[in-house]
T-cell receptor, first 113, second 115 residues
Framework: AQSVTQLGSHVSVSEGALVLLRCNYS??????LFWYVQYPNQGLQLLLKYTTGATLVKGINGFEAEFKKSETSFHLTKPSAHMSDAAEYFCAVSGDSNNDMRFGAGTRLTVKP | GAGVSQSPSNKVTEKGKDVELRCDPISGHTALYWYRQSLGQGLEFLIY????????KSGLPSDRFSAERTGGSVSTLTIQRTQQEDSAVYLC?????????????FGSGTRLTVV
């Protein structure tokens, strides 16, 4: 079984500052890892994913995440926050079959002008 | 279609009534998933379909909840005798297939309010 812990239900940064959203996972099999973003009154949109290969993955809107097996982490970063990045971010993990994808509780990102 | 379509987008119902929520996945996507998102909570997995088959229904909160999928396409989530605790956003997602780390494409959800 898989599970995800997102540290910090709310993160606030200033525009132009580094964004760091933390995600740790638990998985008994090699994981597939995902970050999704949810804007108000919308569904979730895939930001990026790690399946195999390069551990640093780049996604849309300038976000990237690094898979660190030794730390069981998949933190999401962006060098410079933009006002439009304000949203809810969800980390998710699945095993070798997508029917068991599990989501974290989410982190709400606020960007201050 | 181009994306996952859910209807209605909003539903207000009286306690005790039955409701049907519809999900139209991306054409050709074999896998379909239902999640529930309560206010301030993460996503609670309800059920998934591979084709028309739902191998695991253990995520459904109670026997008042049921789901079906016909023709490998449209899915309906039915809640009977709704209760106030059923109020939530119900999200549907589809995926190319099960496995191999395919990401999900989500619909915009149905916001259900039970009064």
């Amino acid at each position: 079984a898989q599970s995800v812990t997102q540290l910090g239900s709310h993160v606030s940064v200033s525009e132009g500052a580094l964004v760091l959203l933390r995600c740790n996972y638990s998985s008994s099999v090699p994981p597939y890892l995902f970050w999704y973003v949810q804007y108000p009154n919308q569904g979730l949109q895939l930001l990026l994913k790690y399946t195999t290969g390069a551990t640093l993955v780049k996604g849309i809107n300038g976000f990237e995440a690094e898979f660190k097996k030794s730390e069981t982490s998949f933190h999401l970063t962006k060098p410079s926050a933009h006002m439009s990045d304000a949203a809810e971010y969800f980390c998710a993990v699945s095993g070798d079959s997508n029917n068991d994808m599990r989501f974290g509780a989410g982190t709400r990102l606020t960007v201050k002008p | 279609g181009a994306g996952v379509s859910q209807s209605p987008s909003n539903k207000v119902t009286e306690k005790g009534k039955d409701v049907e929520l519809r999900c139209d996945p991306i054409s050709g996507h074999t896998a379909l998933y239902w999640y529930r998102q309560s206010l301030g909570q993460g996503l609670e997995f309800l059920i998934y379909f591979q084709g028309n088959s739902a191998p695991d229904k253990s995520g459904l909160p109670s026997d008042r909840f049921s789901a079906e999928r016909t023709g490998g396409s449209v899915s309906t989530l039915t809640i009977q005798r709704t209760q106030q605790e059923d109020s939530a956003v119900y999200l549907c997602a589809s995926s190319v297939d099960i496995g191999q780390g395919y990401g999900y494409t989500f619909g915009s959800g149905t916001r259900l309010t039970v009064v």
